[in-house]
């Protein structure tokens, strides 16, 4: 009953670092997308996936890749990290018409 | 281009108070309006979807189509219900979600 599972929780990072924030949903869900929370910027989609082998631009790809190799894993890599990149990482997974889930978080300090 | 806007940043309500959070949107097409509620440094949990028209916690919403809102409330706030309330929208596939910069719903005992 596992549902999204985030991983690392907590994360700092040095400027210029990269790093891979796992995500994996035991759902069978087709959906899968990454977002960032920012103080007074709610949730902004980063990039998503509608299926393995498709994956798709949000509202701030920027400085993220992402690749989805199979049905349950949807990792987001952070190619050289920037202070900019501090953030919460809330990854999400849904089948079509049906309720996204979220998981618990990542939370990532870049210094 | 579609949109989410919640123009209150901060709500403080008495315990016993009714609530109202306001949502709205631009979206060119038919969205799908949700509510989300995220308690201190937890996962977001779905709290409302229109099509479901149920009421979770004792917290309604109704779409207004002609208003293009989707304003969340309850009747009697309680102790429990404060956290952070976001407003989101999605296409029909669901595959992503637009969101609201989110109000920080307080109850004052």
């Known amino acids: 009953n596992a549902g999204v599972t985030q991983t690392p929780k907590f994360q700092v990072l040095k400027t210029g670092q990269s790093m891979t924030l796992q995500c994996a949903q035991d759902?069978?869900?087709?959906?899968m997308s990454w977002y960032r929370q920012d103080p007074g910027m709610g949730l902004r989609l980063i990039h998503y996936?509608?299926?393995?082998?498709?994956?798709d631009q949000g509202e701030v790809p920027n400085g993220y890749n992402v690749s989805r190799s199979t049905t349950e894993d949807f990792p987001l890599r952070l190619l050289s990290a920037a202070p900019s990149q501090t953030s919460v990482y809330f990854c999400?997974?849904?089948?079509?018409?049906?309720?996204?889930?979220f998981g618990e978080g990542s939370w990532l300090t870049v210094v | 281009a579609q949109r989410v806007t919640q123009p209150e940043k901060l709500l403080s309500v008495f315990k016993g108070a009714p609530v109202e959070l306001k949502c709205n949107y631009s979206?060119?097409?038919?969205?799908?309006l949700f509510w989300y509620v995220q308690y201190s440094r937890q996962r977001l949990q779905l709290l409302l979807r229109?099509?479901s028209r149920e009421s979770i916690k004792g917290f309604t919403a109704d779409l207004n189509k002609g208003e293009t809102s989707f304003h969340l409330k309850k009747p009697f706030a309680q102790e429990e219900d404060s956290a952070m309330y976001y407003c989101?929208?999605?296409?029909?596939?669901?595959?992503?979600?637009?969101f609201g910069t989110g109000t920080r719903l307080t109850i004052i005992p």
């Open positions: 979206y060119s097409g038919s969205p799908e």
């Open positions: 229109h099509i």
């Open positions: 989101a929208l999605s296409g029909l596939g669901n595959e992503k979600l637009t």
């Open positions: 759902m069978n869900h087709e959906y």
């Open positions: 999400a997974s849904s089948s079509q018409g049906n309720t996204i889930y």
């Open positions: 996936s509608v299926g393995a082998g498709i994956t």
